[in-house]
Nanobody, 113 residues
Framework: QVQLVESGGGLVQAGGSLRLSCAASGSIFSINAMGWYRQAPGKQRDWVATITSGGSTAYADSVQGRFTISRDNAKNTVYLQMNSLKPEDTAVYYC???????WGKGTLVTVSS
């Protein structure tokens, strides 16, 4: 019933930027904490960033200062602005909703050196 759809992934050179979007439906988006996770080939899925319903944010050390998570409740959408991208950022990026726990299908980000 709940659906999250990520978009915005693609191929970018190191040092470049991308903005990922996650559109939610079937839930009360405005009261949900939302998160971004990523999974590189052969690696486990790792937490990247979280934004609460009140707009508080938190980031993994690996992306602190480079990535920004934000939300637009009027559009039921959460964003991940990724700047100064590095090859090690290459991964499938997943959007997560906390209530109910729901995952999107992911969007691939590839950063070339």
């Amino acid at each position: 019933q709940v659906q999250l759809v990520e978009s915005g992934g693609g191929l970018v050179q190191a040092g470049g930027s991308l903005r990922l979007s996650c559109a939610a439906s079937g839930s009360i988006f405005s009261i949900n904490a939302m998160g971004w996770y990523r999974q590189a080939p052969g690696k486990q899925r790792d937490w990247v960033a979280t934004i609460t319903s009140g707009g508080s944010t938190a980031y993994a050390d690996s992306v602190q200062g480079r990535f920004t998570i934000s939300r637009d409740n009027a559009k039921n959408t959460v964003y991940l602005q990724m700047n100064s991208l590095k090859p090690e950022d290459t991964a499938v990026y997943y959007c997560k909703q906390n209530q109910p726990i729901t995952w999107g299908k992911g969007t691939l980000v590839t950063v070339s050196s």
